[in-house]
């Protein structure tokens, strides 16, 4: 498994430390510094998610303003397509829509759905696609039944997605360090990421960072 570190914007060039990057289209609009460390990245040959979702918790598709400005100052290898948390009707649509609107070849489709039915019928209505991702809210009920290559996230643990194949990226080990916790200690779920915290813990999410890249990457 590969791995990608999502990481507050002041701990990038601490936590973000592979070859695999994610990032979000408003904090390369918003941010000079996040903009500059991922085109950074992008010159150095690392491997570009650009996630078309809105900052937050919830999953829902960003402005497209906002994403055709974040494609111009980068140029990723991947883009996820947009997506309703749970919603897999309304996840097809936009999947739809954007693909007429953003004449892109290197996507990668984001499922939905509230059951294992659901998110199937969402995959089947979006065939064709050499990349889908899965993102932690369905890992519960879906993460053993869809073929996917792109898991988002965490959602309980470290060694949830073990073996699974492909690429993970995951802001657990910077939230667990964020509020001084070990990886070993994920119960309960750490609070959501906030992209302009100030550091905190550092080593303990160095830690963090450190064990999570050597478990999936060993």
Known sequence: MKVGIIAPIKLLSKCCIT???????????????????????????????????????????EDYSIVREALGIIKPSLVVTPSYMYD???????????????????????????????????????????SYA??????????????????????????????FEGTLVTSLPVRLGLVGRLLSDYSPSPPSLGFYEEPKFLEVVERNVKGVISYYER
Request: proline fraction near 4%; charged fraction near 30%; aromatic fraction near 12%.
């Open 19 to 61: 070859s695999t990057q994610y990032c979000l289209p408003r904090l390369l609009v918003e941010s000079e510094e996040y903009k500059r460390f991922y085109q950074g990245a992008s010159k150095r040959g690392h491997y570009i998610i650009l996630d078309t979702v809105k900052v937050g918790w919830k999953r829902e598709p």
């Open 134 to 163: 899965l993102p932690a809210h369905l890992y519960r009920f879906a993460k053993d039944s869809v073929r996917v290559n792109l898991y988002l996230d965490n959602s309980t643990s470290i060694e949830e997605l073990d073996p």
């Open 88 to 130: 897999y009707q309304r996840t097809i649509r936009a999947h739809q829509n954007f693909k007429r609107k953003f004449k892109l070849t290197n996507l990668a489709v984001c499922l939905e759905g509230t059951c294992l039915k659901e998110v199937q019928k969402c995959q089947k209505a979006l065939p064709g696609f050499k």
